[in-house]
């Protein structure tokens, strides 16, 4: 059978960057066993990504970086007791004491535009092992000049951090798509002395000054080809989903509407300290992963465990989050 120089390429590029990486993270996780700080796991890690074919398209999601947090139940089911957290967490071999937020930024290649879902932390994310979107680009074969469009889903910081570097717009050749809704409730001045101020700024900051390069959009609207927008608010007041279709395979990237694989899906109706409105959020994630169970469609989300892709079947009171393996191999 002839192989293609391209498929040639890309599995030396891949099996290349294993060679390098490999001892690079045997050292750095020697360190870390040596500090006996598991705190910087996420520091130690390098760029990761996952590829699939979604029909015609492209899709590459990125591991922005991972942050280990303490007393789950501080975050989910701040309206149940710790301990029935913690038994969810303990009946799903979880630990009971912490446990692990990642990122998953996307790029969709749809053969005419390279669309970026969400862009991480950015250079502000760094510090702490986050931010590792522009490494991840460059280790799948982007660059940030092949971002065609950005679109977010809603404009928190681990999704709006990386619209900047160095004081500069971070993709020079996009434009972008932003909620309306969205948009205007975080450039509200009313924002400012409120609980809601430190996001106002980082929207002044990372979102206005691409006001001009930007289409905004509501529910039902086109992000792009085959890319339709739909509003799923509560965790902040204009959170979008954005369902992605091409060649009749389905996908949707459900962003924040469900924060954890197993305290957001399996109770969807627990509460979440990050959702702004709490009674909203939890109805936008029973109607979006009811969606998804029903109509048996893949979704990505954002802080799913990477590489963030699967499915939802109905499980008890929610949903079981189901991980991608060879579905989109074949």
Not at 306 to 325: D, H, L, Q
């Amino acid at each position: 059978m002839a192989v293609s120089t391209g498929i040639r390429r890309r599995a030396f590029v891949v099996a290349g960057v294993g060679l390098l990486a490999a001892p690079m993270i045997l050292r750095q996780t020697a360190a870390v066993a040596a500090s006996g700080d598991m705190t910087k796991m996420d520091a130690t890690t390098q760029p990761q990504f996952n590829q699939f074919k979604l029909g015609s398209y492209k899709f590459t999601v990125f591991k922005d970086g991972a942050t280990i947090a303490e007393k789950p139940y501080e975050t989910f089911g701040t309206n149940q007791k710790p301990e029935t957290v913690q038994d969810l967490l303990a009946k799903n071999f979880l630990p009971t004491d912490k446990f692990v937020n990642t990122y998953a930024p996307a790029v969709i290649d749809t053969g005419s535009d390279v669309i970026l879902i969400d862009t991480g932390f950015g250079e502000g994310g760094r510090a702490r092992g986050s931010g590792l979107l522009r490494e991840g680009l460059k280790a799948s074969g982007y660059s940030a000049d092949d971002i065609t469009l950005v679109a977010l889903t809603h404009l928190h910081g681990d999704h709006i951090g990386g619209l900047m570097e160095a004081g500069a717009p971070a993709f020079k050749n996009a434009r972008y798509v932003v909620g309306q809704a969205e948009y205007d409730f975080w450039t509200d001045k009313a924002r400012e002395g409120t609980a809601a101020e430190g996001g106002h700024k980082a929207v002044l900051a990372n979102v206005v000054p691409f006001a001009e390069k930007a289409t905004f959009i509501g529910e039902g609207d086109t992000v792009a080809s085959g890319i339709t927008a739909m509003l799923a608010t509560g965790h902040t007041p204009g959170h979008m989903v954005f369902h992605i279709e091409s060649d009749g395979r389905r996908l949707v990237a459900t962003g924040d509407t469900a924060n954890h694989y197993i305290l957001s899906l399996q109770q969807p109706e627990w509460e979440v300290r990050f959702d702004m409105d709490k009674t909203q959020a939890a109805a936008s994630r029973k109607k979006v992963f009811d969606m998804i169970a029903t109509e048996r469609v893949a979704f990505l989300g954002y802080h799913m465990p990477f590489p963030a892709v699967g499915f939802a079947e109905p499980y008890e009171k929610g949903y079981r989050f189901v991980p991608k393996t060879y579905q989109f191999d074949l």
